[in-house]
């Protein structure tokens, strides 16, 4: 109403809304300077697309683990890869990338979902959980012969996949770059923090599994650059995360897209190792009423393999203590927890000043420098990496021998996902944990409960805290934990007690990190 038609007179500000009236794609936008990041070009050679880990010592005792599938009519769990009916082109990238026999998830979740069943899969941290979700969904998608157009203005992909972070996101693109390369399947990913013209230019050269965080992937559907119509597969990994109040709106936002199918008309498969019960039950509004609830050992459980320590500390007395620790350990790959973004530059700049070699991860470092941050980790340049909870879930680092969780974190599960960066696969880890009697109290009994659990070693000091701190008296003997499937009502055998669970959900959605 204030454009007087000449444009030269107008001030910024209906300038700005002649502008954006225009350019409908402009209103979406972030606020703030543009980012114009674009990652470095992938390797195309095989060697650098499938390497690989190998599977530790106790990759076959995955076999011993118990498996509880509930819901009706379960289909048969496969034993092999044969029977998994897997197409010529994906038995090979499977081989190529060194799987010989499936683990436990992969062994109950890849038939599920052949079955064409929704599924809500939990099982411990570096068991095999994105293979479990991708295999299915590329034999289906290369089975019904859909191959990636450029020629398309409008994108629209069979299969939908989000995860928390910019990170774990792009690493599922690359597994599934991996499974389907040489096919016609094309997976593209989409995250914040990088160009978005480019990752618009990558989506428009054909895609069929689009791999995003929340806000990118609303903002590319928002631009009206996918289309969401042709959607069979909805894959939240990480899925406690994406539904707990954080995240919550956003997935809502996301099923209620226009052209998004209903629940009934397509599936939805969620994958994590830790499920609060109250998170279960909201998962249920996204899931078809006949899911398959799939829990693989203890829901909520520490991975086994990673051998937990607890030390006693101060607050004032951690920083000596963590170099003690690195100095005695050597040059072990290391992932040191820290619960704020200052703290984590503090004692990364700190570890340099003691010739430690040191990188950080966190949401206050540019996309490009987090980046860099993991690649100098991944390669050895810096085997030390401090980190924020923005590194704690899926990251599948090779090697990380040591997880130290210089403050821990404010709830259990969060402290599930961060141990279980190592310990991957059947491989052997260890994590030491600064337990400060000041702040932590509060997660002792749980810490108690998932040690118990591991079969570890508690220490009494810190079963004391559990026990006997304020707060504790009239504590109600531990839950078995016989079933976890929230369905099967309040004896459910999560490996949390209720107050934890629900502090769980809240705390999280004020971690201080930022999302994407
Ligand atoms: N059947 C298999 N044989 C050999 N290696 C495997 C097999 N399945 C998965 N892997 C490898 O094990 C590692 C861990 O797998 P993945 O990252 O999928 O674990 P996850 O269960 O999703 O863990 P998290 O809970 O931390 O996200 C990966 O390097 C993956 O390639």
Not at 189 to 218: A, D, F, K, M, W
């Amino acid at each position: 109403s204030e454009f007087n038609g000449n444009v030269s007179s107008c001030s910024p500000a209906v300038w700005t809304s002649l502008f954006q009236s225009c350019h409908k794609e402009f209103l979406f936008q972030p606020t703030g300077p543009r980012v114009t990041y674009i990652p470095p070009t992938l390797p195309e050679d095989e060697d650098s697309i499938f390497a690989h880990y190998e599977t530790g010592i106790n990759f076959d005792k995955y076999d011993d683990i118990l498996v509880d599938v509930s819901g009706a009519n379960p289909p048969q769990a496969i034993m092999t890869f044969d029977e998994a009916g897997l197409c010529e082109s994906l038995r090979k990238t499977v081989s190529k990338s060194g799987y010989v026999k499936p683990t436990p998830v992969q062994k109950h979740g890849i038939p599920i979902i052949s079955a064409g069943r929704d599924l809500m899969a939990c099982a411990q941290t570096g068991s095999g959980k994105t293979a479990a979700f991708l295999l299915p969904i590329l034999q289906q998608l290369m089975a019904d012969g859909v191959a990636a157009s450029s020629f398309s203005e409008l994108q629209e992909p069979e299969a939908v996949i989000v995860a928390p972070t910019r990170e774990l996101i792009n690493q599922i693109y690359l597994e599934a770059r991996k499974f389907a390369f040489g096919t016609c399947v094309r997976p593209v990913v989409v995250y914040g923090g990088v160009s978005t013209g480019h990752q618009i230019r990558e989506i428009s050269r054909g895609c069929n599994v689009l791999c995003g965080t929340p806000g990118r992937l609303l903002d590319v559907i928002g631009r009206g650059k996918v289309g969401l119509s042709k959607v069979r597969y909805f894959v939240l990994d990480e899925a406690d995360r994406m539904l707990d109040m954080g995240f919550e709106p956003d997935m809502r936002r996301l099923v209620g897209s226009p052209g998004m199918p209903s629940k009934e008309n397509r599936q939805t498969l969620m994958f994590s190792a830790t499920y609060p019960e109250d998170i279960q039950r909201m998962a249920a509004d996204f899931l078809k009423t006949d899911y398959l609830f799939l829990a693989v050992g203890v829901v909520g459980g520490a991975c086994s393999d990673v051998e937990q320590t607890f030390v006693q500390v101060t607050k004032f007395s951690k920083r000596e203590q963590l170099l003690d620790l690195l100095k005695t350990t050597g040059m072990e790959r290391t992932m040191v927890f820290v619960e704020t973004k200052r703290q984590a530059d503090f004692i990364a700049t700190y570890l340099c000043q003691e010739k430690v070699p040191t990188t950080s991860i966190h949401g206050d470092r540019e996309q490009r420098e987090r980046e860099q941050a993991l690649a100098d980790f991944r390669s050895g340049k810096c085997p030390v990496l401090v980190a924020t909870s923005v590194a704690a879930r899926g990251l599948d680092i090779p090697d990380v021998q040591h997880v130290v969780n210089f403050d821990l974190p404010n709830n259990i599960d969060e402290y599930v996902h961060r141990i279980g960066r190592t310990g991957r696969c059947g491989n052997t880890g260890r994590a030491v944990s600064f337990f400060d009697p000041d702040s932590d109290d509060q997660l002792a009994r749980s810490l108690v409960t998932i040690l118990s659990k591991a079969q570890q070693e508690v220490p009494s000091w810190l079963e004391d805290s559990a026990f006997s701190g304020p707060g504790s008296m009239g504590v109600a003997p531990r839950k078995t934990f016989a079933s976890s499937d929230s369905r099967k009502g309040p004896q459910g055998g999560s490996v949390q007690d209720d107050s934890v669970q629900s502090q769980s959900a809240a705390q999280t959605a004020h971690d201080e990190e930022e999302w994407d």
